[in-house]
């Protein structure tokens, strides 16, 4: 079993701050790459940003300058910081981890739970 425990959503004002951690646990042989995606009601889910094991980053357009993505591999987690939130951040956050299980097992798609973020005055 792989489990994705997220935390860190609530609410904050416009302009404010938040931050998202996932942590993987389980049965766990290497984790690619990590990330996080968000859906607002109506809307499809979209990739926020994403790392890879190395430290390469990758950001939705939206979110460039304002959110920043890192990870700890020691601990397998990855974190969100978001600076200067808009009402339009606001959104359900779900961590993403490709994760292989043992050594000649495939990589495969792992999702959190999901955490509310909400950004309003």
């Known amino acids: 079993q792989v489990q994705l425990v997220e935390s860190g959503g609530g609410l904050v004002q416009p302009g404010g701050s938040l931050r998202l951690s996932c942590a993987a646990s389980?049965?766990?042989?290497?984790?690619?790459?990590m990330g996080w995606y968000r859906q607002a009601p109506g809307k499809q889910r979209e990739l926020v940003a994403a790392?890879?094991?190395?430290?390469?980053?990758n950001y939705g357009d939206s979110v460039k300058g304002r959110f920043t993505i890192s990870r700890d591999n020691a601990k397998n987690t990855v974190y969100l910081q978001m600076n200067s939130l808009k009402p339009e951040d606001t959104a359900v956050y779900y961590c993403?981890?490709?994760?292989?299980?043992?050594?000649?097992?495939?990589?495969?798609?792992?999702w959190g739970q999901g955490t509310q973020v909400t950004v309003s005055s």
């Open positions: 389980g049965s766990i042989f290497s984790i690619d790459a």
């Open positions: 790392i890879t094991s190395g430290g390469s980053t």
């Open positions: 993403n981890a490709n994760i292989r299980r043992a050594i000649l097992a495939a990589l495969r798609d792992y």
